[in-house]
């Protein structure tokens, strides 16, 4: 810094995106928290107030853990819960088995075409997240592409369902998030040193000896970081449950969301919420590590 | 497993194909006479001209394009301050804080963003009567906030490597801090701002959860019409709306990707 921020200015420069994210972001949360800690009833807003000024004086504090101890009680949540932990690893290791050999072939090109490579890897998940999921409503439905080529093939004489089951939202979170898995990993797999698998040949190495001996450690980094950034956005998915699992599947994000509009229970809605960071809490902090040790690392 | 074994190559074409196909499967459909996915009824171009009279669509697109447009505007201000509060200011207090603020919203689930806003919006109406009902305003508040970090790091990231002496020696020649700013270093910024702008432009063209929890009757996004019709299962028309849709949205990301590239040249 130095002089070239006038002292005014540099105030100016913090505050006002400081207050934004303050008054749009963290305010928002707070109250989040509290509602979660409310007491539901019929009625605008759909809530009591935390505290209570009715009996004169000092206000009453009325808050409750019932409406946690609610989603421990209903199995619907727990279910809720646990598929979307199973989903979203069984996408993040697919997603892995996909992107890891991927990331090598990109890291494995000659420089001038990896820039192209990796934007054409990067572009689809730009690119309307949600006209892309419901392209697999076409091809997975019941008389969709997949089955009619599996019929024409001769493999299978009856439809296979699977547009409204869990597979189908493992299909789409790995479509939707394999970009997340492949940058990191190209990230680290581009800095290795050549040498290192070489001398590992000299020695006498095979191929595949020398990718578990040399790149595999090399690239666990990039393997942490890419999964969760898959694991993480995954977990609290709403638009690929809600279109490509039907009624089958039962995820947080769309339990949310069907909490939220349907019931209308806004501090079990609330609830839930904080329940979905509580699952994200380790993840999210394991990420910031990593992070922040490539950035020292350089 | 080497990096140029068949197998690894081969895993890059199945990654490729899986990654477009849907997209190319969703584009030929579009021009399918057949309301069948899985039947060709020989080129047309009727499922345009239908989408082009929907005034549903129609609406709802006009409504998506001027909430990015605002949204990108005003996330493209806010973002530029803070990452150049991040860069050039350094230190300041309540810096850790602000640098997980900035990061948070990059990895918050949808849902949460989308609940925690409305019922800041609805806490917000009850105690100042501000904002009145939910609508263009809200739904352009929440796309900026989470905009805004996107354009933070992807202006921070070429602030870094701008050399900050050279709007120091034009304050040197006599030209005031704000003057040298906005001739030195706005222009050596300036791929990025494009960029920035572009990328929050099309996250808010694309985003449907927060969109849906913050909107109120009568303001529906195209994202929002799109969900509510391919609820009801696969239409020709949605297929028309999607190929103009990837279209537009792959040509303005090109657009930024070229221009973040340049930085190195």
Known sequence: MGAAVSAWGRRALVALPFGWLAAFFLAPFLIVVAISLAEPRIGVPPYLPLLDWSGGGWPRLQASFANFALLFDDAFYVEAYVQSLAI?????????????????????????????????????????????????????????LLNGLLLWLGVIDQPLVILNTGIAVIIGIVYSYLPFM????????????????????????????????????????????????????????????????????????????????????????????????????????????????????? | MTRRSPFVVGMLAFGYAFLYLPIALLMVWSFNDSRLVSVWGGFSTRWYAQLAHDTRFLDAAWLSLRVAAASASLALVLGTCAALALVRVRRFRGRTLFALLIAAPLVMPDVIMGLALLLMFVALEQAIGWPDGRGFLTITLAHATIA????????????????????????????????????????????????????????????????????????????????????????????????VIILVVGAGIAVAWRLLERRGR
């Open chain 1, 88 to 144: 979203a690893g069984l996408s993040t290791l697919l997603c892995l088995l996909i992107g890891y050999p991927m990331a090598l072939a990109i890291a494995g090109a000659p420089e001038r075409r990896r820039s192209l490579l990796l934007m054409l890897v990067i572009l689809p998940f730009w690119t309307s997240f949600l006209i892309r999921v419901y392209a697999w409503m076409g091809i997975l439905k019941d008389e969709g």
């Open chain 1, 182 to 298: 492949v940058l990191p990993l190209y990230a680290t797999l581009e800095r290795h040193d050549r040498t290192l698998l070489e001398a590992a040949a000299d020695l006498g190495a095979r191929p595949w000896r020398a990718f578990l001996a040399v790149t595999l450690p090399l690239s666990l980094p990039g393997i942490a970081a890419g999964s969760l950034l898959v694991f993480i956005p995954a977990v609290g998915e709403y638009v690929i449950p809600d279109l490509l699992g039907g009624g089958d599947t039962n995820m947080l994000g769309k339990a949310l969301w069907e909490v939220f509009s349907q019931s209308r229970d806004w501090p079990t809605a609330a609830a839930l919420a904080v329940a979905l960071l509580a699952a994200l809490v380790l993840p999210l902090a394991l990420l910031q590590r990593i992070f922040r040790r490539t950035e020292e690392g350089g």
């Open chain 2, 148 to 243: 805004l970090c996107y354009v933070t790091v992807v202006v921070r990231a070429r602030l870094a490597q701008t050399d900050p002496s050279l709007e120091e020696a034009a304050q040197d020649l006599g030209a005031p801090p704000a003057k040298a700013f906005v001739l030195v270093t706005l222009p050596l910024l300036a791929p990025a701002l494009a960029a920035g702008w572009l990328l929050a432009f099309t996250l808010s063209l694309d985003d449907v959860v927060v969109a849906q929890f913050v909107s109120g009757p009568g303001a529906t996004t195209l994202p929002i019409q799109v969900m509510s019709s391919v609820r009801l299962g696969v239409s020709p028309e949605i297929n028309a709306l999607g190929t």
